[in-house]
């Protein structure tokens, strides 16, 4: 599974994000993704920012699902993976595996859907050339179903 992952963001677990028991919050492992995301773009060299001012790139989440298959606690140094599933003229899916560092279990999984979105109209569009690029799709075909 970590060797499907095109990249990794370390993220440090702080006191705020677990719960009495030292255990992260089910939730803060959707903003971990997020935080990924973000450090991915910036891998490719753009931040979220410029490539919703400068390239009109802004995507809006559709969907999210995460599977818990253990937990993280407080001062661990989780791993979270990236890996593009599926990418079509409107959105496009990405694979999220979080790790403890260190380890080859993956202790969540998580999928999320995004859709190319058009902030002055609001309704979605579709995926623009820069943004094909850096999920690794040259070539754009129209479909219906994306």
Same mark, same amino acid.
């Not at 450090?39 to 989440?61: A, I, N, P, Q, T």
């Given at each position: 599974?970590?060797?499907d992952c095109?990249?990794?963001?370390?993220?440090?677990?702080?006191?705020?994000?677990?719960?009495?028991?030292?255990?992260? +919050? %089910? $939730?803060?492992? /959707?903003?971990?993704?997020?935080?990924?995301?973000?450090?991915?773009?910036? *891998?490719? @060299?753009?931040?979220?920012?410029?490539?919703?001012?400068?390239?009109?790139?802004?995507?809006?989440?559709?969907?999210?699902?995460?599977? +818990? %298959? $253990?937990?993280? /606690?407080?001062?661990?140094?989780?791993?979270?993976?990236?890996?593009?599933? *599926?990418? @079509?003229?409107?959105?496009?899916?990405?694979?999220?595996?979080?790790?403890?560092?260190?380890?080859?279990?993956?202790?969540?999984?998580?999928?999320?859907?995004?859709?190319?979105?058009?902030?002055y109209n609001?309704?979605?569009?579709?995926?623009?050339?820069?943004?094909?690029?850096?999920?690794?799709?040259?070539?754009?075909?129209?479909?219906q179903n994306?």
């Amino acid at each position: 599974m970590r060797n499907d992952c095109i990249f990794f963001c370390p993220i440090r677990v702080r006191y705020g994000e677990v719960d009495q028991q030292g255990v992260v +919050y %089910n $939730g803060n492992y /959707f903003i971990y993704c997020d935080l990924a995301f973000e450090e991915f773009l910036r *891998h490719k @060299g753009y931040s979220y920012s410029e490539l919703v001012e400068k390239y009109d790139s802004e995507v809006c989440h559709k969907t999210s699902t995460f599977e +818990y %298959n $253990g937990s993280a /606690f407080e001062g661990d140094i989780v791993e979270v993976g990236i890996k593009v599933i *599926h990418v @079509g003229t409107r959105s496009f899916t990405l694979g999220f595996e979080i790790y403890r560092e260190g380890e080859d279990e993956p202790r969540v999984i998580s999928e999320s859907v995004f859709v190319g979105y058009d902030k002055y109209n609001r309704k979605s569009k579709n995926l623009t050339p820069t943004l094909l690029e850096i999920l690794g799709k040259k070539e754009h075909k129209e479909s219906q179903n994306d």
